[in-house]
Protein backbone atom coordinates (compact mmCIF):
# COMPACT_ATOMS: atom_id res chain seq x y z
CA UNK A 1 0.00 0.00 0.00
CA UNK A 2 1.35 3.33 -0.73
CA UNK A 3 1.60 6.21 1.60
CA UNK A 4 1.44 10.00 0.56
CA UNK A 5 3.83 12.48 1.09
CA UNK A 6 4.54 13.56 4.28
CA UNK A 7 2.98 10.80 5.79
CA UNK A 8 5.31 8.93 8.65
CA UNK A 9 3.90 5.31 8.54
CA UNK A 10 3.53 2.93 6.37
CA UNK A 11 1.45 -0.38 5.85
CA UNK A 12 2.02 -4.04 4.81
CA UNK A 13 1.71 -5.54 2.17
CA UNK A 14 3.74 -2.72 0.43
CA UNK A 15 2.95 -4.84 -3.04
CA UNK A 16 -0.30 -6.19 -2.56
CA UNK A 17 -0.19 -8.74 -5.88
CA UNK A 18 1.55 -11.66 -6.65
CA UNK A 19 5.17 -11.09 -6.40
CA UNK A 20 6.44 -13.91 -6.04
CA UNK A 21 9.41 -14.24 -3.79
CA UNK A 22 10.95 -10.89 -3.94
CA UNK A 23 14.57 -10.16 -3.74
CA UNK A 24 16.55 -6.44 -3.54
CA UNK A 25 19.43 -4.59 -3.61
CA UNK A 26 20.57 -0.94 -3.24
CA UNK A 27 22.64 1.17 -5.96
CA UNK A 28 23.25 4.76 -4.79
CA UNK A 29 20.02 5.89 -4.32
CA UNK A 30 17.71 3.33 -5.96
CA UNK A 31 16.25 0.48 -5.00
CA UNK A 32 15.51 -2.24 -6.94
CA UNK A 33 13.60 -5.52 -6.63
CA UNK A 34 13.13 -8.21 -8.56
CA UNK A 35 10.42 -11.69 -8.01
CA UNK A 36 9.86 -14.91 -9.71
CA UNK A 37 7.82 -15.44 -13.13
CA UNK A 38 7.54 -18.81 -13.53
CA UNK A 39 6.20 -19.77 -17.28
CA UNK A 40 4.97 -16.26 -17.80
CA UNK A 41 6.88 -14.00 -20.52
CA UNK A 42 8.39 -11.17 -20.47
CA UNK A 43 10.09 -12.80 -16.77
CA UNK A 44 12.36 -11.82 -14.43
CA UNK A 45 10.58 -8.38 -13.32
CA UNK A 46 12.21 -5.03 -11.92
CA UNK A 47 10.78 -2.92 -10.00
CA UNK A 48 12.44 0.41 -8.76
CA UNK A 49 11.47 2.67 -5.59
CA UNK A 50 13.57 5.76 -3.83
CA UNK A 51 11.69 5.07 -0.62
CA UNK A 52 11.37 1.42 -0.09
CA UNK A 53 7.38 1.70 0.08
CA UNK A 54 6.13 3.29 -3.76
CA UNK A 55 7.62 1.16 -6.23
CA UNK A 56 6.75 1.14 -10.04
CA UNK A 57 7.27 -1.39 -12.63
CA UNK A 58 10.07 -0.46 -15.48
CA UNK A 59 10.28 -3.77 -17.32
CA UNK A 60 11.83 -7.53 -17.34
CA UNK A 61 14.95 -8.96 -18.07
CA UNK A 62 14.32 -12.12 -19.49
CA UNK A 63 12.49 -11.51 -23.28
CA UNK A 64 12.08 -15.20 -23.70
CA UNK A 65 12.28 -18.90 -21.91
CA UNK A 66 14.54 -20.97 -23.22
CA UNK A 67 14.33 -23.68 -24.66
CA UNK A 68 11.67 -21.95 -26.58
CA UNK A 69 9.99 -25.55 -27.44
CA UNK A 70 9.77 -26.03 -23.34
CA UNK A 71 7.82 -23.08 -23.33
CA UNK A 72 5.61 -22.80 -26.05
CA UNK A 73 2.49 -23.75 -23.74
CA UNK A 74 1.87 -22.71 -19.99
CA UNK A 75 3.98 -23.91 -17.54
CA UNK A 76 3.32 -22.70 -14.25
CA UNK A 77 5.30 -25.11 -12.38
CA UNK A 78 8.59 -24.34 -14.24
CA UNK A 79 10.65 -21.46 -15.68
CA UNK A 80 12.03 -18.78 -13.32
CA UNK A 81 12.24 -20.03 -9.67
CA UNK A 82 13.09 -17.46 -7.06
CA UNK A 83 15.69 -15.05 -8.46
CA UNK A 84 18.58 -13.14 -6.54
CA UNK A 85 19.24 -9.80 -7.61
CA UNK A 86 23.12 -8.27 -7.23
CA UNK A 87 25.14 -5.11 -8.26
CA UNK A 88 28.53 -5.86 -8.69
CA UNK A 89 31.42 -4.44 -10.95
CA UNK A 90 29.25 -1.95 -12.12
CA UNK A 91 26.48 -4.87 -13.78
CA UNK A 92 23.15 -5.31 -12.04
CA UNK A 93 22.95 -9.84 -11.77
CA UNK A 94 20.57 -12.09 -11.32
CA UNK A 95 20.25 -15.94 -10.56
CA UNK A 96 17.52 -18.35 -10.98
CA UNK A 97 16.91 -21.66 -10.62
CA UNK A 98 15.03 -23.76 -13.32
CA UNK A 99 13.69 -26.60 -10.97
CA UNK A 100 13.87 -28.70 -14.62
CA UNK A 101 17.03 -26.88 -16.09
CA UNK A 102 19.76 -25.28 -13.25
CA UNK A 103 20.98 -22.38 -12.58
CA UNK A 104 21.29 -19.63 -14.86
CA UNK A 105 22.26 -15.78 -14.12
CA UNK A 106 21.73 -12.38 -16.40
CA UNK A 107 23.50 -9.51 -16.50
CA UNK A 108 23.44 -5.77 -17.88
CA UNK A 109 24.87 -2.61 -17.52
CA UNK A 110 21.58 -1.13 -16.20
CA UNK A 111 18.57 -2.35 -14.99
CA UNK A 112 16.81 -1.49 -18.24
CA UNK A 113 19.82 -3.22 -20.44
CA UNK A 114 20.53 -4.75 -22.33
CA UNK A 115 20.67 -7.97 -20.07
CA UNK A 116 22.67 -10.61 -21.65
CA UNK A 117 21.03 -14.02 -22.60
CA UNK A 118 20.36 -16.70 -20.56
CA UNK A 119 23.95 -18.06 -18.73
CA UNK A 120 23.46 -21.97 -17.86
CA UNK A 121 25.87 -22.13 -14.53
CA UNK A 122 24.76 -24.92 -13.57
CA UNK A 123 22.93 -27.75 -15.08
CA UNK A 124 20.93 -30.20 -13.34
CA UNK A 125 17.32 -31.34 -12.06
CA UNK A 126 15.73 -29.82 -8.71
CA UNK A 127 18.33 -26.68 -8.53
CA UNK A 128 16.28 -23.90 -7.42
CA UNK A 129 16.47 -20.93 -5.10
CA UNK A 130 20.27 -19.87 -6.24
CA UNK A 131 22.21 -16.70 -4.76
CA UNK A 132 25.65 -15.54 -5.50
CA UNK A 133 28.24 -13.46 -3.48
CA UNK A 134 31.13 -11.49 -4.83
CA UNK A 135 33.43 -11.17 -0.93
CA UNK A 136 35.07 -7.74 -0.73
CA UNK A 137 36.56 -9.20 2.59
CA UNK A 138 38.58 -12.07 0.81
CA UNK A 139 37.80 -11.50 -2.75
CA UNK A 140 36.15 -14.91 -3.65
CA UNK A 141 32.99 -15.21 -5.20
CA UNK A 142 30.68 -17.97 -3.66
CA UNK A 143 27.02 -19.45 -4.61
CA UNK A 144 24.65 -20.90 -2.46
CA UNK A 145 21.34 -22.75 -3.89
CA UNK A 146 18.35 -24.84 -2.39
CA UNK A 147 16.97 -28.17 -3.95
CA UNK A 148 13.16 -29.23 -5.09
CA UNK A 149 12.35 -32.86 -4.37
CA UNK A 150 9.86 -32.69 -6.73
CA UNK A 151 12.40 -32.95 -9.23
CA UNK A 152 15.29 -33.89 -6.88
CA UNK A 153 14.45 -36.20 -4.77
CA UNK A 154 16.19 -33.89 -2.13
CA UNK A 155 15.01 -30.98 0.07
CA UNK A 156 15.24 -29.60 3.27
CA UNK A 157 19.32 -29.02 2.73
CA UNK A 158 21.67 -25.97 1.15
CA UNK A 159 24.47 -26.26 -1.19
CA UNK A 160 27.80 -24.16 -1.32
CA UNK A 161 30.12 -23.40 -3.78
CA UNK A 162 32.69 -21.28 -4.86
CA UNK A 163 32.09 -19.78 -8.16
CA UNK A 164 33.84 -17.83 -10.29
CA UNK A 165 33.93 -14.44 -10.36
CA UNK A 166 32.95 -13.47 -13.77
CA UNK A 167 29.74 -15.41 -12.65
CA UNK A 168 30.30 -17.63 -15.34
CA UNK A 169 31.40 -21.23 -13.96
CA UNK A 170 31.92 -22.95 -10.71
CA UNK A 171 35.23 -23.80 -8.94
CA UNK A 172 34.24 -26.95 -7.29
CA UNK A 173 31.53 -29.65 -6.93
CA UNK A 174 29.75 -28.34 -4.34
CA UNK A 175 28.74 -29.47 -0.32
CA UNK A 176 26.27 -29.19 1.54
CA UNK A 177 26.81 -26.74 3.93
CA UNK A 178 23.28 -26.68 6.02
CA UNK A 179 21.66 -29.78 6.18
CA UNK A 180 18.31 -29.33 7.85
CA UNK A 181 17.16 -32.73 8.57
CA UNK A 182 19.68 -32.40 11.61
CA UNK A 183 17.88 -29.18 12.93
CA UNK A 184 15.37 -30.07 15.02
CA UNK A 185 11.89 -29.11 13.97
CA UNK A 186 13.41 -27.65 10.50
CA UNK A 187 11.64 -28.90 7.44
CA UNK A 188 11.34 -27.52 3.80
CA UNK A 189 14.69 -25.58 3.88
CA UNK A 190 14.86 -23.32 0.84
CA UNK A 191 15.18 -19.79 -0.64
CA UNK A 192 18.79 -18.97 0.48
CA UNK A 193 20.44 -15.20 0.58
CA UNK A 194 23.59 -14.96 1.07
CA UNK A 195 25.56 -12.31 2.53
CA UNK A 196 28.38 -11.19 4.39
CA UNK A 197 28.58 -8.57 7.59
CA UNK A 198 30.21 -8.50 10.61
CA UNK A 199 32.95 -10.81 9.88
CA UNK A 200 30.38 -13.54 9.16
CA UNK A 201 28.79 -15.19 6.15
CA UNK A 202 25.12 -15.32 6.38
CA UNK A 203 22.19 -17.09 5.06
CA UNK A 204 18.73 -15.70 5.57
CA UNK A 205 16.93 -18.91 4.26
CA UNK A 206 13.36 -19.22 5.21
CA UNK A 207 11.78 -23.00 6.45
CA UNK A 208 8.62 -24.86 7.00
CA UNK A 209 6.51 -23.89 3.86
CA UNK A 210 5.34 -21.56 2.48
CA UNK A 211 2.04 -21.23 4.32
CA UNK A 212 3.03 -22.28 7.65
CA UNK A 213 6.45 -21.46 8.11
CA UNK A 214 9.00 -18.94 9.03
CA UNK A 215 12.03 -17.21 8.26
CA UNK A 216 15.64 -18.21 9.53
CA UNK A 217 19.34 -16.60 9.71
CA UNK A 218 22.47 -18.96 9.98
CA UNK A 219 25.96 -17.55 10.18
CA UNK A 220 29.52 -18.93 10.18
CA UNK A 221 32.97 -17.84 10.17
CA UNK A 222 33.49 -19.97 7.09
CA UNK A 223 31.64 -20.25 3.92
CA UNK A 224 31.48 -23.77 4.13
CA UNK A 225 30.58 -23.93 7.69
CA UNK A 226 29.29 -24.97 10.28
CA UNK A 227 26.52 -22.61 10.66
CA UNK A 228 24.58 -21.82 13.62
CA UNK A 229 20.96 -21.08 13.24
CA UNK A 230 18.23 -18.71 14.80
CA UNK A 231 14.37 -17.75 14.03
CA UNK A 232 14.08 -14.24 13.47
CA UNK A 233 10.59 -13.88 11.95
CA UNK A 234 7.94 -16.15 12.45
CA UNK A 235 3.56 -15.17 12.67
CA UNK A 236 3.28 -15.19 16.35
CA UNK A 237 0.06 -13.32 17.35
CA UNK A 238 -0.53 -11.33 14.13
CA UNK A 239 -2.40 -12.28 11.05
CA UNK A 240 0.54 -12.82 8.45
CA UNK A 241 0.55 -16.83 8.11
CA UNK A 242 4.55 -17.94 6.83
CA UNK A 243 6.70 -14.94 6.78
CA UNK A 244 8.54 -16.44 4.26
CA UNK A 245 11.44 -15.60 1.61
CA UNK A 246 13.07 -12.21 1.01
CA UNK A 247 16.16 -9.96 0.79
CA UNK A 248 18.11 -7.77 3.25
CA UNK A 249 18.77 -4.35 2.25
CA UNK A 250 21.00 -0.99 4.00
CA UNK A 251 20.23 2.66 3.08
CA UNK A 252 22.22 5.43 2.81
CA UNK A 253 22.32 6.40 5.81
CA UNK A 254 22.65 2.44 7.38
CA UNK A 255 18.90 1.58 8.20
CA UNK A 256 18.29 -2.16 7.73
CA UNK A 257 14.89 -3.47 5.86
CA UNK A 258 13.85 -6.79 4.78
CA UNK A 259 10.98 -7.66 2.26
CA UNK A 260 9.60 -10.70 2.44
CA UNK A 261 6.55 -12.06 0.92
CA UNK A 262 3.07 -13.51 2.49
CA UNK A 263 1.32 -16.29 0.68
CA UNK A 264 -2.57 -15.11 0.15
CA UNK A 265 -4.67 -18.13 -1.53
CA UNK A 266 -5.87 -17.32 -5.29
CA UNK A 267 -4.06 -13.37 -4.66
CA UNK A 268 -0.65 -15.00 -4.60
CA UNK A 269 2.23 -14.33 -2.77
CA UNK A 270 1.90 -10.54 -1.41
CA UNK A 271 5.88 -8.70 -0.12
CA UNK A 272 5.82 -7.08 3.05
CA UNK A 273 8.50 -4.62 4.30
CA UNK A 274 9.79 -5.17 7.87
CA UNK A 275 11.99 -3.03 10.07
CA UNK A 276 15.37 -4.64 10.72
CA UNK A 277 18.28 -4.42 13.36
CA UNK A 278 20.51 -6.43 15.54
CA UNK A 279 21.17 -7.52 19.09
CA UNK A 280 23.73 -7.45 21.06
CA UNK A 281 24.66 -11.33 20.29
CA UNK A 282 25.16 -10.17 16.61
CA UNK A 283 21.93 -11.54 15.18
CA UNK A 284 19.71 -9.62 12.85
CA UNK A 285 15.95 -8.94 14.35
CA UNK A 286 13.13 -8.38 12.12
CA UNK A 287 9.55 -6.80 12.50
CA UNK A 288 8.66 -6.35 16.12
CA UNK A 289 11.12 -8.57 17.75
CA UNK A 290 10.26 -10.94 15.39
CA UNK A 291 7.03 -10.38 14.85
CA UNK A 292 5.80 -9.05 11.56
CA UNK A 293 4.24 -5.22 11.53
CA UNK A 294 1.36 -4.06 9.91
CA UNK A 295 2.04 -0.42 10.51
CA UNK A 296 5.82 0.97 11.09
CA UNK A 297 7.41 4.19 10.49
CA UNK A 298 8.79 5.17 7.03
CA UNK A 299 12.13 4.22 6.55
CA UNK A 300 14.30 7.40 6.76
CA UNK A 301 14.54 8.33 3.17
CA UNK A 302 13.71 11.67 1.10
CA UNK A 303 9.55 11.31 0.56
CA UNK A 304 8.57 10.14 -2.78
CA UNK A 305 5.09 10.73 -5.11
CA UNK A 306 2.24 7.74 -4.04
CA UNK A 307 3.22 5.28 -6.87
CA UNK A 308 2.73 1.39 -7.58
CA UNK A 309 2.71 -0.70 -10.55
CA UNK A 310 1.14 0.09 -13.51
CA UNK A 311 -2.47 -1.96 -14.10
CA UNK A 312 -4.64 0.23 -16.64
CA UNK A 313 -4.04 0.34 -20.45
CA UNK A 314 -5.03 2.16 -23.37
CA UNK A 315 -3.12 0.43 -25.42
CA UNK A 316 -1.35 3.35 -28.01
CA UNK A 317 -0.52 2.35 -31.46
CA UNK A 318 -1.66 -1.38 -30.41
CA UNK A 319 1.12 -1.82 -27.75
CA UNK A 320 0.43 -3.37 -24.49
CA UNK A 321 2.60 -2.05 -21.29
CA UNK A 322 5.01 -3.90 -19.38
CA UNK A 323 2.02 -5.17 -16.40
CA UNK A 324 1.40 -7.78 -19.16
CA UNK A 325 2.68 -10.93 -19.50
CA UNK A 326 2.27 -13.64 -21.76
CA UNK A 327 1.28 -17.06 -20.45
CA UNK A 328 3.80 -18.91 -22.87
CA UNK A 329 6.51 -17.42 -25.24
CA UNK A 330 5.32 -15.18 -27.20
CA UNK A 331 5.02 -15.91 -31.11
CA UNK A 332 4.80 -13.39 -33.95
CA UNK A 333 1.05 -11.96 -35.11
CA UNK A 334 -0.16 -12.59 -31.89
CA UNK A 335 -0.83 -8.99 -31.15
CA UNK A 336 -0.67 -6.45 -34.05
CA UNK A 337 0.91 -2.76 -33.59
CA UNK A 338 -1.42 0.03 -35.75
CA UNK A 339 -1.92 3.67 -35.99
CA UNK A 340 -5.07 3.97 -33.55
CA UNK A 341 -5.35 2.93 -29.54
CA UNK A 342 -6.54 -0.25 -29.04
CA UNK A 343 -4.91 -3.76 -28.32
CA UNK A 344 -5.93 -6.23 -31.76
CA UNK A 345 -5.42 -9.14 -30.54
CA UNK A 346 -5.26 -12.08 -33.59
CA UNK A 347 -7.72 -14.84 -33.03
CA UNK A 348 -5.32 -17.71 -33.27
CA UNK A 349 -6.55 -20.79 -34.23
CA UNK A 350 -6.54 -23.33 -31.04
CA UNK A 351 -7.68 -27.22 -30.88
CA UNK A 352 -7.85 -26.08 -27.40
CA UNK A 353 -9.73 -23.48 -27.21
CA UNK A 354 -12.10 -24.33 -24.67
CA UNK A 355 -9.56 -24.76 -21.69
CA UNK A 356 -7.83 -21.34 -21.28
CA UNK A 357 -5.66 -22.78 -18.71
CA UNK A 358 -3.66 -24.85 -21.70
CA UNK A 359 -3.32 -21.87 -24.44
CA UNK A 360 0.00 -19.62 -24.45
CA UNK A 361 -1.63 -16.54 -26.22
CA UNK A 362 -3.52 -15.31 -23.44
CA UNK A 363 -2.25 -11.89 -21.94
CA UNK A 364 -2.45 -11.32 -18.15
CA UNK A 365 -1.51 -9.51 -15.54
CA UNK A 366 -2.08 -9.60 -11.86
CA UNK A 367 -4.76 -10.20 -9.86
CA UNK A 368 -5.25 -6.96 -7.65
CA UNK A 369 -5.22 -7.81 -3.91
CA UNK A 370 -8.00 -5.41 -2.48
CA UNK A 371 -11.30 -5.13 -3.74
CA UNK A 372 -11.62 -4.19 -7.25
CA UNK A 373 -13.56 -3.98 -10.45
CA UNK A 374 -11.89 -4.77 -14.09
CA UNK A 375 -12.85 -3.39 -17.12
CA UNK A 376 -12.79 -3.17 -20.63
CA UNK A 377 -14.24 -2.56 -23.79
CA UNK A 378 -14.17 -5.20 -26.88
CA UNK A 379 -14.87 -5.57 -30.42
CA UNK A 380 -14.59 -8.71 -32.15
CA UNK A 381 -13.84 -8.94 -35.35
CA UNK A 382 -13.92 -12.19 -36.85
CA UNK A 383 -16.10 -13.58 -39.16
CA UNK A 384 -15.16 -16.89 -38.30
CA UNK A 385 -17.67 -19.30 -36.61
CA UNK A 386 -16.47 -19.92 -33.10
CA UNK A 387 -14.02 -16.86 -32.67
CA UNK A 388 -14.43 -15.85 -29.41
CA UNK A 389 -12.30 -12.91 -27.15
CA UNK A 390 -13.17 -11.69 -23.89
CA UNK A 391 -11.95 -11.19 -20.30
CA UNK A 392 -11.08 -14.23 -17.78
CA UNK A 393 -9.86 -14.98 -14.46
CA UNK A 394 -7.34 -17.69 -14.81
CA UNK A 395 -6.16 -19.73 -12.39
CA UNK A 396 -6.64 -23.80 -11.84
CA UNK A 397 -10.61 -23.24 -12.24
CA UNK A 398 -11.23 -20.50 -14.43
CA UNK A 399 -13.98 -18.50 -15.64
CA UNK A 400 -14.69 -15.62 -18.45
CA UNK A 401 -17.08 -13.31 -20.39
CA UNK A 402 -16.86 -11.86 -23.98
CA UNK A 403 -17.73 -12.14 -27.52
CA UNK A 404 -18.40 -15.27 -30.02
CA UNK A 405 -19.08 -15.01 -33.81
CA UNK A 406 -22.19 -18.13 -33.98
CA UNK A 407 -22.34 -19.94 -37.24
CA UNK A 408 -25.26 -17.94 -38.35
CA UNK A 409 -23.11 -14.90 -38.46
CA UNK A 410 -24.51 -13.11 -35.61
CA UNK A 411 -22.06 -12.15 -32.44
CA UNK A 412 -23.38 -13.66 -28.73
CA UNK A 413 -22.11 -12.01 -25.60
CA UNK A 414 -21.28 -15.60 -23.70
CA UNK A 415 -19.84 -16.29 -20.28
CA UNK A 416 -17.89 -19.20 -19.28
CA UNK A 417 -16.30 -21.24 -16.81
CA UNK A 418 -14.37 -24.48 -16.04
CA UNK A 419 -13.71 -26.13 -11.78
CA UNK A 420 -10.24 -26.98 -11.37
CA UNK A 421 -11.04 -30.64 -11.68
CA UNK A 422 -13.19 -29.91 -15.14
CA UNK A 423 -11.52 -30.99 -18.80
CA UNK A 424 -13.56 -28.43 -20.63
CA UNK A 425 -15.59 -24.94 -19.76
CA UNK A 426 -19.18 -24.94 -19.80
CA UNK A 427 -21.82 -21.88 -20.15
CA UNK A 428 -22.29 -20.31 -16.94
CA UNK A 429 -25.18 -18.40 -18.47
CA UNK A 430 -27.45 -18.21 -21.17
CA UNK A 431 -25.54 -16.66 -24.78
CA UNK A 432 -27.29 -12.84 -25.33
CA UNK A 433 -27.38 -11.20 -28.81
CA UNK A 434 -25.02 -8.25 -29.53
CA UNK A 435 -26.26 -6.74 -32.70
CA UNK A 436 -23.35 -4.09 -32.60
CA UNK A 437 -20.67 -6.40 -32.12
CA UNK A 438 -19.46 -5.05 -29.13
CA UNK A 439 -19.49 -5.01 -25.30
CA UNK A 440 -18.00 -3.38 -22.10
CA UNK A 441 -16.97 -6.31 -19.72
CA UNK A 442 -16.45 -6.12 -16.23
CA UNK A 443 -15.47 -8.12 -12.91
CA UNK A 444 -15.95 -7.02 -9.74
CA UNK A 445 -13.38 -8.50 -7.11
CA UNK A 446 -14.67 -8.58 -3.90
CA UNK A 447 -13.33 -9.79 -0.44
CA UNK A 448 -12.08 -13.38 -0.59
CA UNK A 449 -11.29 -13.21 -4.44
CA UNK A 450 -14.80 -13.86 -5.34
CA UNK A 451 -15.91 -12.19 -8.56
CA UNK A 452 -18.69 -11.26 -10.27
CA UNK A 453 -19.45 -10.99 -13.79
CA UNK A 454 -21.07 -8.56 -15.96
CA UNK A 455 -21.42 -6.60 -19.11
CA UNK A 456 -22.90 -3.72 -20.82
CA UNK A 457 -23.87 -4.25 -24.23
CA UNK A 458 -26.06 -0.64 -24.82
CA UNK A 459 -29.07 -1.38 -22.95
CA UNK A 460 -27.38 -0.53 -19.28
CA UNK A 461 -25.11 -2.68 -17.04
CA UNK A 462 -25.79 -5.85 -16.11
CA UNK A 463 -24.61 -9.06 -13.67
CA UNK A 464 -23.72 -11.99 -15.55
CA UNK A 465 -23.97 -15.80 -13.69
CA UNK A 466 -23.41 -16.59 -9.92
CA UNK A 467 -19.97 -15.57 -8.26
CA UNK A 468 -16.71 -17.15 -9.27
CA UNK A 469 -13.89 -17.78 -6.12
CA UNK A 470 -10.67 -17.08 -7.99
CA UNK A 471 -8.75 -20.25 -7.67
CA UNK A 472 -4.24 -19.72 -7.21
CA UNK A 473 -2.21 -21.55 -10.21
CA UNK A 474 -0.35 -24.03 -9.24
CA UNK A 475 2.37 -21.76 -7.69
CA UNK A 476 1.10 -18.74 -8.79
CA UNK A 477 -1.84 -16.54 -7.65
CA UNK A 478 -4.56 -15.96 -9.72
CA UNK A 479 -4.52 -14.12 -13.35
CA UNK A 480 -6.47 -11.23 -15.03
CA UNK A 481 -6.71 -12.14 -19.05
CA UNK A 482 -7.62 -10.96 -22.45
CA UNK A 483 -7.59 -13.65 -25.17
CA UNK A 484 -8.40 -14.85 -28.74
CA UNK A 485 -9.04 -17.28 -30.02
CA UNK A 486 -11.01 -19.82 -32.93
CA UNK A 487 -11.38 -23.04 -32.66
CA UNK A 488 -9.20 -26.05 -34.92
CA UNK A 489 -5.58 -26.54 -35.62
CA UNK A 490 -5.32 -25.38 -39.46
CA UNK A 491 -2.48 -22.50 -39.17
CA UNK A 492 -2.90 -19.22 -39.60
CA UNK A 493 -5.44 -16.31 -37.89
CA UNK A 494 -9.32 -16.11 -37.91
CA UNK A 495 -9.43 -11.93 -37.66
CA UNK A 496 -9.21 -10.20 -34.18
CA UNK A 497 -10.55 -9.01 -30.98
CA UNK A 498 -9.55 -5.21 -30.87
CA UNK A 499 -9.79 -4.08 -26.70
CA UNK A 500 -9.50 -0.69 -25.70
CA UNK A 501 -9.41 1.21 -22.39
CA UNK A 502 -8.34 -1.55 -19.62
CA UNK A 503 -9.21 -0.53 -16.04
CA UNK A 504 -8.93 -1.37 -12.74
CA UNK A 505 -10.57 0.91 -9.95
CA UNK A 506 -10.84 0.58 -6.44
CA UNK A 507 -14.06 -0.90 -4.80
Known amino acids: MSVEPGETLYHNPILDADWSDPDIVRAGDDFYLTASSFGRVPGLPLLHSRDLVNWTLIGHALDRLEPDGAFATPRHDGGVWAPSLRHHGDRFWIFWGDPDQGIFQVNAPRTRGPWTRPHLLKPGKGLIDPCPLWDDETGGAYLVHAWARSRSGVKNRLTGHRMHPDGTSLRDAGEVIVDADRIPGWFTLEGPKLYRHDGWFWILAPAGGVETGWQGAFRSRDFFGPYEERVVLEQKETDVNGPHQGGWVRTPSGEDWFVHFQQRGAYGRVVHLQPMRWDADGWPVLGDDGAPVAVHPRPALPAQPPAAPATDDDFPGGRYGPQWQWTANRRDGWAT ?108 IAAGARCRFGYDIGDGPCRSGQVFAATPWRWVGALIGLFALAPGEAPGHAGAGVFTQFRITAI
Do not use: M, Y
Open 337 to 444: RHSGDGLRLTCVRSAVAHDLRKVPNVLTQRLPGTPAAVEVELRLDSAQPGARAGLAVLGDAFSWIGLQREADGTVHLVHRFAEAVAQRERDADRPRLVPQGRARLRIE
